[in-house]
């Protein structure tokens, strides 16, 4: 267990260890910036109380890094890195380029705390003890940086891994942060994971209208089951074949109509009214993706009117696909002679 003293007392020796990131060739920066590997958040040491996002914090207080956002009164929770880590560093880098040593602005070497293990326990990050070749800008003029503990190989130049959080600093030196898995509201990844983020931006394009159309099949045809007398008169059922509005109008929705004209009943040798037609119109459900279409109220077979609505959208709704059917059913009148008979019912789609 280290305490407070201890700490500081690392810290302060550790002045003299600077690693300044020059010298390093493209092939040997080449590791892909990405997001921290493990939780990273800060505590005061004088208080060992979390630092909370954004609260103030002077360029010459000691803070430590801690993987957890509590329990730190133990001090037991440590970082771990890969086992081809050879050296630690606390480092200050632009954000999105902590894994290039070329990149970062201020660093000091830190230590394992079990080499074998590679792991590491509060490192101090003091921003005052870190030094670089272009780092005095980060206290002269702030900005946005990040700030963490790198492991490194090839003597401090290639970063195998690396945990850390956003900084922001202000002209002269006072600093805030934001922690990696925030804290008070954050998901601690469970026992031996991690966690990341990674930023995504899309640009859209404008929808624009397309079209609206009615499809009926090919050859569609409704034949009548076996009539049946009922009430002494012939009456018969058959199913509507399915049929299909398309409406693409995704940004004008103006809605639509679908009308029903049904021709008289005909066979060679007599007719009657298409009154004697019942149709009753349905939304199929399957294949459907619209949403507001309402079919219309079912004609009674020997009092129907034509033409009459069909189904209908009205504006706003019925953007996609409609499946339509409908039940039929024929009552013939009573002095109608027996016969095949055959009419044709047109449907007729138009936009509101």
Known sequence: MFRTSALKAAA??????????????????????????????????????????????????????????????NQDKMFTGPD??????????????????????GSQMNGFNDPAKKTVLTPALLLNNLAGENYPSVKANGGNFSAGLAFTSSNGVIVEDASFAYITVKPGGSWSYTATVPAGGGTTPPAGGTSGDISLQATTVAPQD????????????????????????????????EVTVTDDRVVSKKGWTLTQTVAAFTSDAASFSSANLGVGPKVNPTGTTSTGVVPATAQTAGSAVYPSTFASAAAGSG???????????????????????????????VSK
């Open 319 to 349: 953007v996609g696909v409609t499946k339509l059917g409908a039940d039929l059913t024929l009552v013939a009148p009573s002095d109608a002679p027996a016969g095949t008979y055959t009419s044709k019912m047109t449907l007729t789609l």
């Open 84 to 105: 081809k880590a050879t050296g630690v560093f606390v480092f200050v880098s632009p954000r999105g380029g902590e894994r290039d040593t070329s990149k970062w602005l």
């Open 210 to 241: 397309g079209s609206l159309s009615l499809s009926v099949p090919a050859g569609a045809k409704a034949t009548f089951g076996q009539a049946q007398l009922v009430n002494n008169k012939s009456t018969s059922t058959a199913s509507l074949p």
């Open 12 to 73: 302060a020796a550790a002045l003299t260890l600077v690693l300044v990131g020059t010298g390093v060739t493209a092939a040997q920066a080449a590791n892909t910036p990405a997001g921290s590997t493990e939780p990273f958040y800060l505590f005061d040491v004088d208080s060992e109380s979390l630092v909370a996002n954004d609260a103030p914090i002077a360029f010459d207080q000691l803070v430590v890094g801690y993987p957890v956002s509590e329990g730190f009164a």
